[in-house]
């Protein structure tokens, strides 16, 4: 069975390894939802260098570009960042779905609900 992209966005802040990790166990939760996550903070800190313009620019370029392929947006933690709002608005401008980890985990039964 193919699984649909989901983009992930978070508020990506602290040291690089714990994005890592953090970004790693969101991936881990929207695969186990049964998509393919699609995550550029897990392998574009390992060839570009987000300090030079013009590769932050191309960043911004390639993840716009997964996530016009993604089926949905999954925002991951908070506070909501200026980053992940463009991203929702993005995928709002382009009728790709947007939602929570929380919500695609309890739509597949493996979160809980908050009372």
């Given at each position: ?78 506070p909501v960042t200026e980053e ?32």
């Amino acid at each position: 069975m193919k699984r649909p992209l989901a983009y992930v966005t978070a508020a990506w802040r602290g040291d690089p390894c714990e994005i890592t990790e953090q970004a790693a166990k969101y991936c881990r939760a929207v695969y186990d939802a049964g998509f393919s996550p699609i995550c550029p903070t897990l392998y574009l800190p390992l060839f570009l260098n987000d300090a030079v313009p013009e590769e932050h620019k191309s960043g911004i370029d390639m993840g716009r570009d997964l996530l016009r392929r993604s089926r949905v947006l999954v925002v991951c933690g908070g506070p909501v960042t200026e980053e992940m709002k463009n991203d929702i608005a993005t995928a709002q401008r382009l009728g790709i779905t947007a939602t929570t980890l929380e919500g695609i985990l309890t739509v597949k039964g493996q979160g809980h609900r908050r009372r």
